[in-house]
């Protein structure tokens, strides 16, 4: 943070100033003028300085609810894509019952729509999009401070589901049987690529990377952060329990504190890929090996195609004159 404002400034004359009028004592430090903040504000700023900048980007905030009703629907057109010619080759579907590998199909294409929304969306007035500007670049913290951070929020969100399920009761999630993972080996792989994989990186690059990133321009930070972890847990709503909602809503809610303070989309899908994975293991019926052995998978994964998408050029290091601004305070103040 620049806080010259607030430090003497020295001119490079050393004469002394003319006489003139005697003026009055000045007034107390924090009351001098608007460009010298209060004690309060000025330790603010200094805590603030140690917290890593998140991307200035230019979205109108109209675009976030775009962005997503856009990707809901292009993922039904999508499904519809894929589903017909399923039907055409004599595949039964009914409204009750997709067969598990088309189920696994229509998610892929989902996720995929939520991408294409978000960047289409952030190219709305011929803008120019960037990867960072999703967040597709290193921690600003280092990833030694942004793995705690990992580490905290899986803390509290599992501590918080452990007191939601002791007093809500919460039914069993139905999304593996769905995908057909207890079927056979070839869809429990499947589906372990597609819970742990595929959907932490296209839901975190819509309601992180976009979503909370273009409604922070409009009330700032704090409460983009809450509508975004409400939309997300309501997003969840075909595939979770109604009552898995409200912790879902508080880790979305976390995810953005996580993004806006480590500057980078990485560890938010780091963080929704274990606990994805997680889940997965847990409805598996999995002991801590196996558990762990997933989440290593998922993480090796991801690097990787994260490490090819910058070979090819998909994602494109940051110049060194990004904008950056605070990703908790006030709007515009960034």
Not at 305 to 316: D, H, P, T, Y
Request: proline share 9%; with cysteine; net charge neutral.
């Amino acid at each position: 943070m620049d806080d010259s404002s607030s430090r003497p400034q020295f001119s490079s004359a050393s004469a002394p100033p003319p006489p003139g009028p005697p003026t009055a004592d000045p007034p107390p430090p924090d009351l001098a003028s608007p460009s010298q903040p209060p004690a309060a504000a000025r330790l603010q700023g200094s805590a603030e300085s140690k917290i890593s900048r998140s991307p200035v980007v230019p979205w109108s905030p109209w675009t976030a609810p775009a962005a997503l009703l856009s990707g809901l629907a292009l993922a039904l057109v999508g499904g519809l894509i894929v589903d017909i010619p399923a039907l055409v080759l004599g595949v039964s579907v009914t409204a009750s019952h997709v067969p598990a590998g088309l189920e696994i199909a229509d998610t892929v294409v989902q996720d995929g729509a939520f991408i294409l929304a978000a960047i289409l969306f952030a190219q709305v007035g011929g803008r120019t999009v960037r990867s960072w500007q999703f967040g597709l670049r290193r921690p600003y913290t280092g990833w030694r401070a942004a793995a705690g951070l990992i580490v905290l929020l899986m803390i509290a969100f599992l501590t918080f589901s452990v007191l939601w399920g002791a007093l809500v009761h919460v039914s069993k999630e139905k999304l593996l049987e769905q995908l057909g993972a207890e079927q056979s080996t070839l869809l429990l792989v499947l589906s372990a690529g597609l819970t742990c994989v595929i959907a932490p990186i296209c839901e975190e690059f819509l309601f992180r990377g976009f979503i909370f990133s273009a409604l922070r321009n409009w009330r700032g930070a704090w409460p983009a952060a809450l509508i975004t972890g409400l939309v997300f847990g309501a997003v969840h709503l075909g595939s979770a329990p109604a009552a898995d909602l409200v912790p879902l809503a508080g880790l979305g809610f976390g995810l953005c504190l996580l993004y806006g303070y480590t500057g980078s989309l990485y560890p938010c899908i780091v963080a929704h890929s274990l606990n994805n994975s997680l889940a997965f293991g847990s409805l598996e019926g999995w002991g801590l090996w196996q558990v762990l052995a997933l989440m290593l998978a998922a993480i090796l994964l991801i690097g990787g195609l994260a490490l090819a998408l910058v070979r090819v050029g998909v994602i494109s290091p940051e110049p060194p004159s990004a904008p950056a601004g605070d990703a908790f305070a006030a709007p515009g103040a960034g």
